[in-house]
């Protein structure tokens, strides 16, 4: 088996990325950066997201696993004490795969530009590039509304738990293919409305954002920011694709949403 490991390059996750390096070559596991089986992430759920878009063109063949140095996290679960217990399960144990639903983003253009397609493991975010977001937000093809306000945030099920979260949204179980779309300071008055609610979107409904005026945005894929410009409309849907996750041990969706933000005490 192929593995590759990405750090957050602190020097505490550098550390542990050497020792889980020699570790895995003393048992004669092969180190290959460009076409790894299984990636291993030290860091922290940044890093993970880090390493996902690093290997996103190779989904179908690469797992993923997080091993976090700094507070628990989503995406990186398991603790530095447990290393040992990790490679031995990665070199001898024929491991378990968790898929997740990602959500792909669609940005075409004014003036026939190619478009852009992106995967995201948490969320998109669009926000105007200098003043107020102004779209219309159309839902499997039909006008929904005129959106304004500080801007939107489009998740996924495990980024439910990221941003969106702040924003007021649901946390969604990652076993349902989904969306979801949550509202940044909405301005809602006479005049101006919006829905107000977070929407949980299908596999098959697809959001689309059309700019009214301004066609300058901030566009976020997970940590990534990139301003667009000329923007004819944005699209956002459930990817085909999905993140593999590696799982030696079974470590439900519901006791790391309790033990992040509720306690870990049992
Ligand atoms: P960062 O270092 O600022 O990390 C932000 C925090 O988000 C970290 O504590 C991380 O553990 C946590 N996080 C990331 N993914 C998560 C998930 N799926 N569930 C629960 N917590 C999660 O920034 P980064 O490491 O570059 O991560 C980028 C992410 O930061 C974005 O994808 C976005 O979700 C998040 N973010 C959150 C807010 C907010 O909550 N107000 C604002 C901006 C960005």
């Known amino acids: 088996m192929k593995f590759a490991i990405t750090s957050k390059g602190d020097s505490r996750s550098n550390t542990l990325m050497h020792k889980m390096r020699s570790y895995l070559l003393d048992f004669e596991l092969v180190y290959d ?12 759920d940044g890093t993970l997201l880090y390493a996902f878009h690093r290997y996103s063109s190779r989904l179908d063949k690469t797992a993923f696993v997080g091993v976090h140095t700094g507070h628990l996290g989503f995406y990186a679960d398991w603790v530095p004490e447990e290393i040992e217990k990790l490679v031995i399960a990665i070199a001898k144990t024929p491991y378990q795969i968790i898929e997740y639903p990602l959500l792909e983003v669609i940005i075409r253009y004014q003036h026939g530009g190619k478009e852009t397609r992106y995967l995201a493991l948490n969320e998109s975010t669009v926000k105007g590039a200098e003043q107020t977001l102004v779209m219309d937000v159309e839902i499997r093809g039909q006008h929904f ?11 996924t099920p495990s980024g439910s738990t990221a941003y969106n979260k702040a924003l007021g949204g649901a946390i969604l179980h990652p076993s349902l293919p989904a969306i979801q779309v949550a509202e940044m300071a909405s301005i809602n008055n006479r ?15 697809t959001c689309m954002l059309k700019p009214v005026n301004e066609a300058d945005f901030q566009i976020t894929i997970d940590h990534l920011p990139l301003l667009h410009k000329d923007v004819k409309s944005i699209q956002f849907r459930v990817a085909d694709e999905k993140i593999r996750f590696a799982r030696f041990r079974p470590f439900p969706f519901w ?12």
């Open 145 to 155: 509304e005129r959106f304004r306000g500080d801007g939107l945030c489009i998740s």
């Open 191 to 205: 005049v101006f409305r919006t829905i107000g609610s977070p929407l949980i979107l299908p596999a098959h409904h």
């Open 255 to 266: 006791k790391r949403v309790r033990d992040s933000f509720v306690s870990d005490k049992d």
């Open 33 to 44: 950066e460009e076409e790894p089986d299984i990636v291993i992430s030290v860091g922290g």
